[in-house]
């Protein structure tokens, strides 16, 4: 191995990757894209329809290194409380006691998200941005590694309350969980016929891979890949242009050009390179986009999506040489 400081094992991210694939079949860039967001400390939406792995892959990465794990299922009647934690009196002591809610953790699954009203969702705010809970007047930190995963079923919209675009920004990826591919589908049936019940795996069982350690150590490392200047000019231009893109009301925010620079990074060192290409670029637009870019009315009623405007922006831009 290489003693350059942006080397890493690469075995231990390679066989987490393959150990959640093992467990959760079919979703393979998914499960690459939650690498890269847990290299960058970014929080992730993960999008689909139900019964496609999305809670079960969360659960097994938290167990597989090793970190602190609270789920919190959201529903219109949790209240902001509930998530944070709040400060109860004690009559024998006559004192507050603060109870802590389950944002205090290292790896937060928010289940159905967009379950929950605004005024809850706006609990994940500070937490998300600042790695801090405020409560009373008191601030509260949180763990280092402190990372949220939001789950969303694309299809049921009765009853949901959409996220508004500053909750939105704090996700570095909204990635989506699609349909496994017929092999893979196929290769689920054999196991289910095989007495392999997913929803029966016991996660405790699983043996850790790495720690929370061990991915801070990688955070650190990764912070060390170089970025030459003409591809910093090539990123701002391709912010620019979803800003100035006639079909698009907002385009990418000067946060999500750092998370953009950042997760680029941690996407080259898990491809094994001390340097930023623009291909590492071109693979974090999609998720890093999709959820901040927003159509203009008319647009919307032409049908359009903003896919088809990340890919063309990707297209129109010339590569730095």
Do not use: C
């Not at 706006?122 to 990372?147: C, H, I, K, N």
């Not at 998370?259 to 998720?287: C, M, N, Y």
């Not at 896919?307 to 831009?317: D, G, K, N, R, T």
């Amino acid at each position: 191995m290489s003693s350059s400081p942006v080397n890493h094992p690469s075995s231990l991210f390679e066989r987490l990757n393959s150990a959640i694939s093992r467990i959760v079949v079919g979703q393979t860039a998914v499960v690459h894209h939650l690498m890269v967001a847990l290299l960058s400390g970014g929080h992730v939406i993960l999008e689909g329809v139900p019964g496609t792995g999305k809670t079960l892959t969360v659960k097994a990465l938290s167990q597989l290194i090793k970190a602190d794990f609270r789920r919190i299922q959201l529903t219109p009647d949790v209240l902001p409380s509930d998530i944070l934690g709040t400060n109860i009196f004690d009559l024998n002591t006559r004192s507050f006691t603060l109870k802590r809610g389950p944002v205090f953790t290292e790896i937060l699954l928010a289940d159905e998200i967009n379950r929950t009203p605004p005024k809850t969702q706006s609990a994940l705010l500070e937490a998300m941005e600042e790695q801090q809970v405020t409560l009373d007047g008191d601030r509260l930190l949180l763990p280092d590694l402190f990372w949220v995963i939001a789950t969303q079923n694309s299809l049921e919209f009765e009853g949901t309350y959409p996220l508004p675009e500053a909750q939105l920004d704090r996700f570095l990826f909204k990635l989506v969980v699609d349909y496994p591919s017929p092999s893979a589908e196929r290769q689920m049936l054999a196991h289910a016929q095989a007495g392999l019940q997913t929803k029966r795996v016991n996660l405790e069982q699983l043996k850790p891979i790495a720690t929370v350690d061990h991915i801070l150590t990688a955070r650190r490392l990764v912070q060390q890949v170089e970025v030459a200047d003409p591809l910093l000019d090539y990123l701002m231009t391709l912010v620019q242009r979803t800003r100035q893109h006639p079909d698009l009301s907002l385009g990418a925010s000067p946060r999500s050009a750092v998370a953009w620079l950042q997760a680029s990074k941690a996407h080259a060192w898990l491809e094994g390179r001390s340097f930023v290409t623009p291909d590492d670029l071109k693979a974090i637009a999609p998720p890093l986009l999709r959820h901040r870019l927003i159509l203009r009315p008319e647009a919307q009623l032409d049908g359009l999506q903003t896919e088809p405007i990340i890919a063309a922006i990707l297209s129109q831009v010339p590569v730095p040489r």
